[in-house]
């Protein structure tokens, strides 16, 4: 058991943490996830808004709160949208800017300069104009890749003129406002000559503008990120990067976000038509059942270190218990520790994918309701997945079942932790006593 326990800590160490350091280091997966958490406030709200426009409430209750709610919302429907259509409905216009601006402050250019290139670049080919009016169909989820691509593409297109030194230059004593206005003007030129002309040339000959094409190309790929053996994938290599010491949910987030908000985006609107919810995994359902007081669901361990016969995990209980209610777990994941701890590797690893095997099921089978809004990560479990659900009971009940589950797997290993503490302690103890009654001698 030792030589195999050695073997993987080998691998984790020579192939895998190396891999997942330079992921992580990587320009383009910073910028990305950057642009999400710029995003992230308008998004939250936005989905908050859309729970408050569809109550959870049956069309049918009579119960007089819900009643009024429910024809308040009826009423008023158009203008509690506005906030959700220019949050949630335009979120790629926030994050277009969040990467073109991180992207551009790793190339060392202006960062308000280059979020806006990015977001010109994007408007260029996925907000066709006609009769006066901008379609907006591809500005929210449906959009995304295209909002990556184009952002990417736009400020590499500044960093490589710029660095070149094909820029128009102004003298010293023109303010730095409008030196920078004029620097800007050779990268817009050369995206309108690039994207626009691409785009209608992609039109022409497919029929589709370029976020049409992008979706329809990776249909497949999104269609298989919402399928258990991804969700499984996802958390073995979060948890994984994790045991080595590394942050993997940075990087697992980074690649999966752009996924979740394509299916967080046509949730959302299936609840508005009235239709059946069509996606499962969402950043609501990775929060609130497979990383419950964090990575590794730690919560139930938590409670479980609150008990415990070693004074060292106990004091790391009380330490680590309120945190962890708020998904934050680094003092029990460094302080117990969990980190590269052969004895509790197996737990750590697999109490997530427990998770995920019996909430997805439980979604296939109807019985747990589906997330349709977008919740801060720091909310508690239970009740960050009712509201991610519209306020359902059933993630409730899910995140208790989780949570007792997690604890159940955790208590052998812990305790068999905990033994090999005590016994150290023991011999310390021990080691120390004829020390003292030497010394008392003398």
């Not at 270190?305 to 330490?319: E, F, V």
């Not at 960050?384 to 519209?390: C, D, L, Q, V």
Request: charged share 10%; hydrophobic share 55%; aromatic share 10%.
């Amino acid at each position: 058991m030792s030589s195999l326990y050695q073997s993987m800590i080998a691998v984790i160490e020579q192939s895998i943490t190396p891999l997942a350091g330079r992921l992580g280091q990587q320009k383009y997966v910073i910028a990305i996830r950057d642009g999400f958490t710029a995003a992230l406030p308008f998004m939250i709200i936005g989905s908050f808004m859309l729970v408050f426009i569809f109550p959870p409430f049956s069309a049918t209750s009579t119960n007089s709160v819900a009643r009024a709610w429910l024809d308040f919302s009826a009423t008023y429907r158009d203008q509690l949208m506005l906030p959700f259509n220019l949050s949630m409905g335009v979120m790629t216009f926030f994050i277009s800017v969040g990467i073109g601006a991180s992207l551009g402050r790793q190339f060392s250019l202006d960062p308000v300069m280059s979020g806006l290139l990015a977001f010109m670049a994007f408007l260029l080919v996925a907000a066709p104009y006609s009769n006066h009016t901008i379609s907006t169909e591809y500005l929210s989820g449906q959009g995304i890749f295209t909002a990556l691509l184009t952002a990417i593409y736009a400020t590499r297109v500044y960093a490589w003129l710029k660095h070149n030194n094909i820029t128009i230059r102004l003298p010293k004593e023109v303010p730095t406002g409008v030196a920078r206005s004029f620097e800007i003007l050779i990268p817009v030129v050369v995206i309108i000559g690039t994207l626009h002309p691409l785009n209608l040339l992609i039109e022409a000959k497919t029929g589709m503008i370029i976020p049409q094409a992008i979706m329809h190309l990776l249909a497949p790929l999104v269609s298989a990120s919402d399928s258990l053996p991804a969700i499984l994938l996802s958390v073995l290599l979060c948890q994984i990067f994790w045991f080595a010491g590394i942050h993997g949910a940075l990087i697992v987030t980074g690649i999966m976000n752009p996924f979740w908000m394509a299916n967080l985006s046509a949730n959302q609107a299936a609840l508005a038509a009235g239709h059946v919810l069509p996606h499962i995994y969402l950043q609501g359902f990775w929060d609130h059942y497979l990383l419950i007081g964090g990575v590794g669901s730690t919560l139930p361990l938590a409670f479980l270190l609150l008990r415990s016969r070693a004074t060292h995990l106990r004091t790391i209980g009380r330490m680590g218990i309120v945190p962890s209610f708020f998904n934050i777990n680094e003092p029990i994941l460094f302080g117990a520790p969990i980190i590269m701890n052969p004895l509790m590797f197996i737990p750590f690893v697999c109490v997530p994918m427990l998770n995920a095997v019996l909430a997805y099921t439980a979604t296939r089978l109807g019985w747990l309701a589906q997330v349709v809004s977008l919740t801060p990560w720091t909310t508690p479990a239970p009740i960050g997945a009712s509201w991610a659900a519209n306020w359902a009971i059933s993630p409730v009940v899910m995140c208790l079942v989780c949570m007792v589950l997690s604890a159940l797997c955790y208590l052998p290993f812990l305790r068999a932790y905990e033994r090999s503490l005590m016994k150290a302690e023991l011999e310390k103890t021990q080691s120390h006593a004829p020390l003292a009654e030497t010394a008392g001698t003398h």
